[in-house]
């Protein structure tokens, strides 16, 4: 246990974050109900966010910070839930001083609608004040579109045919604005599970054209340095796809025998996959693959982009 950190909870789900400077900044977090914060590379922690102090039983979920910073300090954003008498509400807190102080992020209308209806799935680019929202009909949250906050009054909704699971973004929207959206159900109107909008979803156009299956959709990862290499990873029916050109043509890379649109057999699907921070240079990502742990599951890293692979643990 490192100095300053609490005592481990056999009960409390609790997730480490890490800055996307860390090289420079050493900064590390801890979600586990209270938001600790470590300096130095996980040496000492201190709580920089105690959201039962502001509101009693309350809670906050999962941090996202988003990949630039302000004056060398990172922004941080986390959801709180905390309860009302007309039900749950779920506002954003904010922090641009890498969780010294906060504040609510006031996003919601006068009903409250935005905050009581939204699921978990909210990304941010790295374009100061620009993030999406993706809400899909379930239980609980019956919305289904796609919403863009960009630094206004209220959101923009960029997508309302069916509702999205799953958005991916460029590594460098700030100056492409380019966006993939996993639909669910799929959309009519342009026959696929899997959409793409160069203009920040203003418009939107099939995005599996080109190696992928339309009735699937798919989860992506952008190249670190996608401006430069147009590199871009998709996993679809456990199956590991790379394009090259931002998108536009896709090819397998995992596993070497498969097809499109035909799932592997069990010893080969891919259950989760990353790239290395340092792609652009190292070329490598990982991949485990196989049955679920802790019987069969497979870890492999390629370092040559997926061009061939080498088991690492199975």
Same mark, same amino acid.
């Given at each position: +246990?490192?100095?300053?950190?609490?005592?481990?909870?056999?009960?409390?789900?609790?997730?480490?974050? #890490?800055?996307?400077?860390?090289?420079?900044?050493?900064?590390?977090?801890?979600?586990?109900?209270?938001?600790?914060?470590?300096?130095?590379?996980?040496?000492?922690? *201190?709580?920089?966010?105690?959201?039962?102090?502001?509101?009693?039983?309350?809670?906050?979920?999962?941090?996202?910070?988003?990949?630039?910073?302000?004056?060398? $300090?990172?922004?941080? /954003?986390?959801?709180?839930?905390?309860?009302?008498?007309?039900?749950?509400?779920?506002? %954003? %807190?904010?922090?641009? &001083?890498? =969780?010294?102080?906060?504040?609510?992020?006031?996003?919601?209308?006068?009903?409250?609608?935005?905050?009581?209806?939204?699921?978990?799935?909210?990304? /941010?680019?790295?374009?100061? &004040?620009?993030?999406?929202?993706?809400?899909?009909?379930?239980?609980?949250?019956?919305?289904?579109?796609?919403?863009?906050?960009?630094?206004?009054?209220?959101?923009?909704?960029?997508?309302? *045919?069916?509702?999205?699971?799953?958005?991916? #973004?460029?590594?460098?929207?700030?100056?492409?604005?380019?966006?993939?959206?996993?639909?669910?159900?799929?959309?009519?109107?342009?026959?696929?599970? /899997?959409?793409?909008?160069?203009?920040? =979803? @203003?418009?939107?156009? &099939?995005?599996?054209?080109?190696?992928?299956?339309?009735?699937?959709?798919? @989860?992506?990862?952008?190249?670190?340095?996608?401006?430069?290499?147009?590199?871009?990873?998709?996993?679809?029916?456990?199956? +590991?796809?790379?394009?090259?050109?931002? =998108?536009?043509?896709?090819?397998?890379?995992?596993?070497? &025998?498969?097809?499109?649109?035909?799932?592997?057999?069990?010893?080969?699907?891919?259950?989760?996959?990353?790239?290395?921070?340092?792609?652009?240079?190292?070329?490598?990502?990982?991949?485990?693959?196989?049955?679920?742990?802790? $019987? =069969?599951?497979?870890?492999?890293?390629?370092?040559?982009?997926?061009?061939?692979?080498? $088991?690492? +643990? *199975?």
């Amino acid at each position: +246990l490192q100095e300053g950190l609490p005592a481990c909870s056999r009960t409390l789900s609790s997730y480490l974050y #890490i800055s996307p400077f860390y090289g420079e900044d050493g900064l590390l977090f801890i979600n586990a109900g209270t938001i600790w914060r470590s300096n130095d590379g996980g040496d000492r922690w *201190e709580s920089v966010l105690r959201i039962s102090d502001w509101y009693p039983n309350a809670a906050v979920s999962k941090l996202v910070i988003p990949p630039f910073r302000s004056s060398g $300090n990172l922004t941080l /954003f986390t959801r709180a839930y905390f309860w009302y008498p007309l039900g749950l509400v779920h506002p %954003m %807190m904010h922090s641009d &001083d890498n =969780g010294n102080t906060w504040r609510i992020y006031q996003i919601c209308d006068e009903s409250l609608a935005y905050c009581r209806n939204w699921n978990r799935l909210y990304y /941010f680019t790295n374009e100061p &004040d620009t993030w999406f929202v993706a809400r899909h009909e379930g239980f609980v949250d019956l919305e289904a579109d796609i919403l863009r906050w960009s630094g206004g009054q209220s959101f923009t909704t960029v997508w309302h *045919e069916t509702g999205a699971y799953r958005l991916s #973004i460029s590594s460098d929207y700030a100056n492409d604005h380019l966006l993939y959206a996993s639909l669910a159900p799929a959309s009519q109107a342009l026959n696929t599970s /899997f959409i793409r909008s160069y203009d920040g =979803g @203003d418009t939107w156009e &099939d995005g599996a054209g080109g190696g992928l299956c339309p009735g699937e959709a798919a @989860d992506l990862r952008f190249s670190p340095d996608f401006a430069s290499d147009h590199s871009i990873f998709a996993q679809q029916f456990g199956s +590991l796809f790379k394009s090259v050109d931002g =998108g536009i043509t896709w090819r397998y890379i995992y596993p070497a &025998d498969g097809a499109v649109c035909q799932s592997p057999g069990s010893l080969d699907a891919v259950r989760e996959y990353q790239l290395s921070p340092h792609y652009a240079a190292d070329q490598t990502l990982y991949l485990t693959a196989g049955a679920s742990p802790p $019987n =069969g599951a497979r870890l492999l890293v390629s370092t040559d982009g997926g061009a061939s692979w080498q $088991n690492v +643990l *199975e």
